[in-house]
């Protein structure tokens, strides 16, 4: 497969960020894109450096200086920590206002990368190498990243855009079976906000394989594209990416992230689609749709609902979007639609009607 572009237009009159796909993409990477680099160090972490660090590091090497600093894997990881430990090794290495960095993996590595890219000498150019089906689909597009800290998830991050987000289809074959509900998280709440064809098409698939996901990528990368083109800083449209988001990280966060990413948002969603359809915003027909899916998907990834609803309901008040101690949630209208009443995406949840939408996931009640 010959590598094909998409671009991203910003908003902010910055340049544009290209996604360029490309089935052993790793191997044909153009070089023109390091123009003027002085260095280049791949960031990586220790299971995806053992598959693809060497292939990357040899056809950078054509570019200039190479260099790779490796963190360990996991969300536990993605810290100031780690921030400080990458940091200290680009200083001694010898990076400088021109070197540029490459985020090889997961959204682990690429959230703490563009991080680290965007303060080290105020700020240096890097790209998004991703390797798994969530960073693919979602995590590399966009050009939020950080870190979390104790008192919670992503607290501590800016927006910062890659140069280029280079997706190497074939990376994905090596991913293991237990994160693809990661990516398919995602994909399912992409069709649910924008694309109801999308949704269909997922749910045709009776098991899900990477190879049955795989040509839903660029569309899925495409719906992204088009919410961050039209508002990047997530003044008001971008937030329909975090429909299934506030109770998701609230989980992913109280349950001191042993939930993933994923299986978070498939909770996420469950919960924020009942809320929607409580206040009479989700049409109970497509309502019935999403849970469906949702519920087979949980049921052949095993995603179980236990926590306790008080906790994550403290947890969830803390979420960013939060202003003046309101929960606002961005909810669907229709699957393919998300609600918007005076032109604005989030609409304010009550606690208790969030707290209701918890117990009744957790004691299996629609
Ligand atoms: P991850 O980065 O932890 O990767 C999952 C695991 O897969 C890791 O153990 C990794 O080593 C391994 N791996 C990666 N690529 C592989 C490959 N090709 N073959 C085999 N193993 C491979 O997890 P993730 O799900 O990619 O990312 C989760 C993170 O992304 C979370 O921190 C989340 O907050 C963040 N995120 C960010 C955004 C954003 O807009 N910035 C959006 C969604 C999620
Ligand atoms: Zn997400």
Known sequence: MAPTTLEIAFTRGREKCSIIFGDKLLDQVDLELFSGATS???????????????KLLDRLSG????????????????????????????????????S????????????????????????????QVPTTLLAQVDSS????????TAWGKNQLGSFYQPAAILIDMSTLDSLPEREIINGLGEMIKSGIIANRTLFKAIESAEQYSIQKLKPLVKDVC????????????????????NYGHTIGHALESSS????????????????????ARELGIFDRADYDLQNSL???????FRVEARFDPKVVLSFAVLDKKNIGGVVNMSLPQKIGHMHSAGDKYTTPVSKSLLL???????NGVD
């Open 356 to 362: 209701k939408s918890l117990q009744n996931l957790r």
């Open 63 to 98: 570019a200039a200086k190479t260099h790779l600093i490796t963190i360990r894997h996991g969300e536990r990881n993605k810290n100031l920590a780690t921030v400080g430990m990458v940091t200290r090794k680009m200083s001694a290495l010898g990076l400088d206002r021109k």
């Open 100 to 127: 540029m960095v490459l985020a090889l993996g997961g959204g682990v590595v690429g959230d703490l990368t563009g991080f680290v890219a965007s303060i080290f000498k105020r700020g240096i150019k890097y790209f």
């Open 256 to 275: 001191g992230y042993r939930l993933s990413h994923g299986r978070s948002v498939i909770l996420g969603m469950a919960c924020e689609g009942w809320i």
């Open 141 to 148: 597009i966009g050009g939020k990243c950080g870190v979390d």
């Open 40 to 54: 280049l160090a791949v960031i990586s972490d220790d299971n995806v450096v053992k598959l693809y660090s060497g």
């Open 222 to 241: 495409m719906i992204k594209a088009k919410i961050v083109e039209a508002d990047e800083r997530e003044a008001n449209l971008r937030n329909v990416l």
């Open 294 to 300: 949702l519920t087979r998907i949980r049921s052949q």
